[in-house]
T-cell receptor
Framework: EAGVAQSPRYKIIEKRQSVAFWCNPISGHATLYWYQQILGQGPKLLIQFQNNGVVDDSQLPKDRFSAERLKGVDSTLKIQPAKLEDSAVYLC????????????FGPGTRLLVL | AQKITQTQPGMFVQEKEAVTLDCTYDTSDQSYGLFWYKQPSSGEMIFLIYQGSYDEQNATEGRYSLNFQKARKSANLVISASQLGDSAMYFCAMRDYSNYQLIWGAGTKLIIKP
């Protein structure tokens, strides 16, 4: 079974530029999560999708961040315009409503904003 | 409020020794799930082990076991016969059953010495 896929793995941009991250969850997983992880800290949930609907985006800075999951499968997270403090690892995870709802993570995208 | 506490910011352990990583939790829920994840320097968050609040036996997965003491609200991770590849950040997390989100600890950085 293929795991969670994310791209790109690394991205370097200058402040005020825009950037987009892509995530493809494990097949059949209805719930998808985007996290931001600052170096040395635990992950912070940005947004949670159930199929193509948003369950929770209370911690998403909506003035600059947006996310979509149009067909209930893959998802895109966008930052526009980026700030220096957005430098972090962006993790995507998915889980299945069956069983333990364990979240499985992708390899992450390391973003550096200069 | 629900909370996860990991009191060890960092640990050094000799290769082949057993390691115990501490995790205490706070919740008023009767039903909850506890998870441990490993995050190597590559950045990916790897699921290790799960313990449900109603599970009577301590969870085990290969060299990983979870020392679950419900009365003390602790869920310590035990790694037997540590290997150099075990060097990583380790996160304890608890699932909030109201929204299936994870509440994360601050993590413990484990370094295995040869």
């Amino acid at each position: 079974e293929a795991g969670v896929a994310q791209s790109p793995r690394y991205k370097i941009i200058e402040k005020r530029q825009s950037v987009a991250f892509w995530c493809n969850p494990i097949s059949g997983h209805a719930t998808l999560y985007w996290y931001q992880q600052i170096l040395g800290q635990g992950p912070k949930l940005l947004i949670q999708f159930q199929n193509n609907g948003v369950v929770d985006d209370s911690q998403l800075p909506k003035d600059r961040f947006s996310a979509e999951r149009l067909k209930g499968v893959d998802s895109t997270l966008k930052i526009q315009p980026a700030k220096l403090e957005d430098s972090a690892v962006y993790l995507c995870a998915s889980s299945s409503p069956r069983g333990r709802e364990t979240q499985y993570f992708g390899p992450g995208t390391r973003l550096l904003v200069l | 409020a629900q909370k996860i506490t990991q009191t060890q910011p960092g640990m050094f352990v000799q290769e082949k020794e057993a390691v115990t990583l501490d995790c205490t939790y706070d919740t008023s829920d009767q039903s909850y799930g506890l998870f441990w994840y490993k995050q190597p320097s590559s950045g990916e968050m790897i699921f290790l082990i799960y313990q449900g609040s109603y599970d009577e036996q301590n969870a085990t997965e290969g060299r990983y076991s979870l020392n679950f003491q419900k009365a003390r609200k602790s869920a310590n991770l035990v790694i037997s016969a540590s290997q150099l590849g075990d060097s990583a950040m380790y996160f304890c997390a608890m699932r909030d059953y109201s929204n299936y989100q994870l509440i994360w600890g601050a993590g413990t950085k484990l370094i295995i010495k040869p």
